[in-house]
Each structure stands twice: as structure tokens, then as C-alpha cells.
């Protein structure tokens, strides 16, 4: 099983922003010396508890401090940019650091509507067509189909990138980009991490029937994501888990987003019992308990889905959590 890692670059109360970016670059270099393939960073805007949101700046970072692990991003959410700028963004990253960089692309804004009317200057009425239009353009940037008639890629070039193209992912958590990761020959990753449920089954049904073969990939390539902890025990893990199962439930009762709370607040939060049936349904679509059932819960993601790669997104409430869970999994 080929293990990668997404970090979130997690940040916790009491904690700076640069505290967190630091965890994040001292986790991808543990995860390249366990062996993990891929480090992958996402964009979130807006977030306290999320400090990736340049993923670029951030990429660059970690591929500066490491030296054989693909680095890249899950993802870049293509809409809130010009795709001449990402490819010039990771045209320069590959330019950097040749054949190590991942660009995997989002649809959604990766935040709220008000920030994302900010992020866009108030172009946010996107068609359907528009994120698809995006992604021919910058395989066109980056020289991987020919110039379109518009001139993307002869008249107007992307310097660095034409010629310096990363690996390109769609990324999602519908059948939308799965479908659309088919028909381009592109490969595709699962947010299973935020989205299980019969959706993960779907959308890899639905990758491979639609899939086409490109000057890209001949054959489906697929990765699906899974949130991971691995403690003790059940017992210790559910404990471990609360200040992140809090977090989660406070965004969905449309509180304002805060830090990661402390393990004292999420254990002194009176729970409701329709909190605990989510968190622990939530929970049980992930891989979260001992190494035995978190190793198992991975495989069993691989038999349902059939995906070729597994991106293990570490949970906890600190970064020696999160880093056991990592040194377990890859033993």
C-alpha cells in the first residue's frame, strides 16, 4: 500500500502562525524519512485553525527542507486564481525542484462566500463550465496538450512554465471531478477524509467508467484520503480526537471558526448526544484506534474504493500525536 500524508498545518490555541508552519515542514521531513511518497498541503482561507493558506509559499518551504518526497498541494483551489499565475507558481516549483511537485486542483473556494467574493474581487459567479476551462488552460501553460486558439501557450507563455509542468491531480469530494478527472486521463484523489459515506464508492465507480486515456495516463490512477489516528487503544483514541471532533462540530452548528480547541475544553464541552452520534460516526469511517484497526480501516478503504495510493490526513491534538500515527502506520 503506498502511503502519503496531508497535513493541514493544524493551529492550536496558544500557538503562532509560524509555530504551526514549522510542524508542518518538521512533519514532512519525519514522513520522508519513514518512506511516505507524496507531503501535501491544502488551501483554506479564513480559518484560524488552518494556517495553509499560500500553498504555494508553503510547498516551496517544505521542498527546500526535504530532498526525495513529492511535495504538493490537496489542493489548490483553482477558481480563486488566474491559471497563468498558478502555473507560473508551480512552473517555478518545478523549475526548483524537478520532478518532486505535485499540483492538485480543488473546485470549491476552500472558505466562506464572503471571503471568497474577496479572494475573486466579486467574480464569483462561476459556471460549470468555467473549473474545467481552467484546467485545459493550464495544461496548455504548462505545455502538456498544444496552444489554444485563444493563444494560451504560444502567444502568451507562462515563464517558468512552459516546459516545467508539475504532476496535475483533480481533487474532490463529489462525483463531479471524478468524472471530469476520467474524461481528461487525469488522476484523481478522494477527500474521503471529509465526505465518506456511499459518496467514496460512487465517485471511484464513476472515475474509472469515465476515464480516457491522455497524453497524461494511459490507465486510472486514484488516490483516496483518510483522516488517521492510532493510539493505545479505542478508548485513548476517542479521547485524542475531541479537540479536532469539537471543531468540527462547532462549523457545523455555524459557529464562528476558531483554533483548535485544547483538550481541557473539548473534554470539559458538554456533549449532546446527537454530538456523540456524529463524532462517532464520523470517526467510524476513518482510520482512528489501535495500529490493528487503523491499518485495517486503510485497507479496507483500498478493497472498497480500489484506489492505487492512500493519503493519510494525521489527527490529534499536538504534533507528537500526529507523528506517532504516522510512525505506526508506515512500520
Do not use: C
Not at 6 to 24: F, I, K, N, P, W
Not at 102 to 124: E, I, M, Y
Not at 181 to 194: S, T, Y
Request: avoid cysteine; charged fraction near 20%; proline fraction near 6%.
Amino acid at each position: 500500500m503506498k502511503l502519503s500524508v496531508l497535513d493541514l498545518a493544524s493551529v492550536y490555541e496558544g500557538m503562532t502562525h509560524g509555530e504551526a508552519l514549522r510542524q508542518t515542514v518538521v512533519t514532512a521531513q519525519e514522513a520522508e524519512k519513514l518512506g511516505y511518497h507524496r507531503f501535501w498541503v491544502a488551501e483554506h482561507h479564513g480559518m484560524p485553525a488552518i494556517a495553509s493558506s499560500s500553498p504555494p509559499v508553503l510547498i516551496g518551504a517544505i521542498a527546500a527542507a526535504t530532498s526525495t518526497i513529492r511535495v504538493g498541494s490537496g489542493g489548490v483551489m483553482l477558481p480563486n486564481h488566474s491559471s497563468l499565475v498558478v502555473a507560473e507558481q508551480f512552473g517555478t516549483l518545478a523549475a526548483l525542484h524537478g520532478d518532486r511537485i505535485d499540483l492538485g486542483l480543488g473546485r470549491a473556494p476552500g472558505t466562506d462566500p464572503l471571503t471568497t467574493s474577496v479572494l475573486r474581487r466579486g467574480a464569483v459567479n462561476e459556471t460549470v463550465d468555467d473549473f474545467p476551462n481552467q484546467v485545459i488552460e493550464l495544461l496548455a501553460w504548462f505545455g502538456t496538450i498544444p496552444p489554444l486558439e485563444n493563444g494560451i501557450g504560444s502567444r502568451v507563455i507562462a515563464v517558468p512554465g512552459l516546459g516545467d509542468s508539475p504532476d496535475i491531480w483533480l481533487l474532490g469530494s463529489s462525483d463531479f471531478s471524478a468524472r471530469l478527472a476520467g474524461l481528461m486521463g487525469l488522476p484523481f484523489a478522494f477527500a474521503h477524509h471529509f465526505a465518506g459515506g456511499p459518496n467514496t464508492r460512487t465517485a471511484f465507480e464513476t472515475y474509472r467508467a469515465s476515464f480516457t486515456p491522455s497524453v497524461v495516463l494511459r490507465e486510472p490512477h486514484s488516490m483516496v484520503a483518510v483522516a488517521a489516528l492510532v493510539a493505545d487503544d479505542a478508548a485513548e483514541a476517542e479521547r485524542l480526537m475531541l479537540p479536532g471532533n469539537l471543531g468540527f462540530v462547532r462549523m457545523r452548528q455555524g459557529a464562528r471558526p476558531s483554533r483548535i480547541p485544547t483538550r481541557a475544553e473539548a473534554e470539559a464541552h458538554e456533549w449532546t448526544a446527537a454530538e456523540r452520534e456524529w463524532t462517532t460516526e464520523r470517526n467510524s469511517q476513518q482510520a482512528i484506534g489501535d495500529l490493528a484497526h487503523a491499518t485495517q480501516r486503510l485497507a479496507d478503504l483500498v478493497e472498497v474504493t480500489g484506489a492505487d495510493e492512500v493519503i493519510v490526513v494525521p489527527q490529534g491534538p499536538d504534533l507528537e500525536t500526529k507523528l506517532r500515527t504516522l510512525r505506526d502506520l508506515a512500520a
